[in-house]
């Protein structure tokens, strides 16, 4: 069975991220015969782009708005591929299609190099914590393959790159329109020592950065059935590993029991690791409810109502202090107030100005907010699942901000 990998492209606008993704599809033989009948632009040529511009404003702008997912496999790898936005209005969009991934394909233009959304999009994701970022230098046929001005782009990045949390960064020059170096190899950039892109993809395991030291069990659902005193606790594992035998404490209340039974549907199991759905059972009656998270009893953790995070902001609506939210935390979602903004990111030096009044849409900050009930929130550098949050207009039920714990 091979492993998911889950793949976010982000870049300037008309940087080929469609294209790509249309090469990918189409190399890889993931097409399907009825697709090819729309794929002819309107010069008769092959345009891989419409495989994910499905959105009619999108074909009418050129640009990509909404987040278009598509899936392919090889023999090596099955894939989800998010395409998203790349222009700066819909910076939101991409905070939404790049929160899963394993991998952010940041595409360079070739002829413009490094610009300021390039910078914003790798500094998105380095602050989602994806652990891989490959920067795909495209159309590098228009710059005749030069290996000076790959070398060029490669420096400009390297300047801010150790800004970035990213756990490896890789550079590959390519051409998604022609196909250089996309799935094959490119005759045309022999200089190139490197793998094409799809290989180097295939090469990444996503198991590797997994959290599976800290046991967090977000409760989903409770099971009870009636006459023979069944209860058991339904959810997805976040991180960590549980085990029959286990002993594990209850958030928020802090209760503590013993694991009985790890199961599923084909009934039980040894052990369960992230992102497995299980139904675990406890030896005490244990009063836990949904939003509540087992941990294991000697997990140095606490839960706390006070929270310092980096947010994007999504909305017209500026955040300022003082307002009110949903914040929605694993399984759970709670009240929420601002206390404060402490700073905004410059995405130009990808620095942290002073504490602005407010953030307007596309803003990227650090606030510290107060809940009504206490969560149990990890540093999103350690723990991507229990980390994360979004926050919740309770008037319009909008989405409003990402945000990632950071202390």
Not at 164 to 186: H, W
Not at 384 to 392: C, N, P
Request: proline share 5%.
């Amino acid at each position: 069975m091979s492993t998911l990998l889950r793949l976010a492209t982000a870049g300037s606008v008309d940087d080929g991220k469609s294209t790509l993704i249309g090469r990918l599809l189409h190399d890889s033989k993931a097409i399907l015969a009825d697709q090819y009948a729309d794929l002819n632009g309107r010069d008769g040529e092959l345009d891989l782009s419409r495989l994910t511009d499905g959105l009619r404003a999108e074909r009418e702008q050129g640009i990509t708005i909404d987040v278009a997912y598509r899936y392919f496999a090889t023999p090596a790898r099955d894939f989800i591929l998010a395409d998203t936005p790349g222009h700066v209005q819909y910076t939101r969009n991409m905070v939404t299609g790049a929160s899963t991934a394993d991998v952010a394909i940041v595409l360079v233009d070739a002829r413009h190099g490094v610009v300021e959304q390039t910078k914003r999009h790798a500094f998105i994701a380095s602050l989602l914590g994806i652990p891989h970022l490959v920067v795909a230098v495209n159309k590098m046929d228009l710059v005749e393959y030069s290996e000076e001005r790959f070398d060029e782009i490669v420096r400009d990045f390297c300047a801010f790159r150790e800004k970035l949390t990213a756990r490896d960064v890789t550079y590959i020059p390519i051409s998604a329109l022609v196909g250089d170096n996309v799935v094959d190899p490119s005759e045309r950039m022999a200089w190139y020592a490197g793998q094409p892109l799809l290989q180097h993809l295939e090469a990444i395991d996503p198991a590797d950065d997994r959290n599976l030291e800290d046991l967090r069990f977000p409760v989903q659902l409770v099971i009870r059935s009636e006459g023979n005193d069944y209860r058991g606790y339904a959810g997805q594992v976040a991180s960590g590993v549980i085990r029959p035998g286990d002993r594990v404490r209850v958030l928020p209340s802090g209760v503590e029991s013993t694991v009985a039974a790890v199961e599923t549907l084909d009934g039980p199991m040894e052990e369960a690791f992230p992102p497995q759905s299980v139904t675990v059972r406890l030896e005490d009656d244990v009063d836990a409810s949904r939003g509540d998270v087992i941990v294991h009893a000697s997990d140095e953790t606490s839960v706390r109502r006070e929270l310092v995070a980096d947010v994007c902001w999504f909305s017209e609506r500026p955040l300022r202090p003082g307002a009110r939210y949903l914040l929605k935390h694993l399984t759970h979602t709670a009240e929420a107030i601002v206390d404060g903004i402490d700073d905004v990111v410059d995405v130009e030096t990808l620095g942290r100005g002073p504490a602005p009044e407010e953030l307007a849409l596309n803003d990227i900050g650090r606030v510290r907010l107060r809940t009504r009930r206490p969560l149990l929130a990890d540093p999103y550098a350690r723990n991507r699942s229990t980390g994360a949050f979004i926050l919740i207009d309770s008037a319009s039920n909008d989405t409003v901000a990402g945000g990632m714990i950071t202390g």
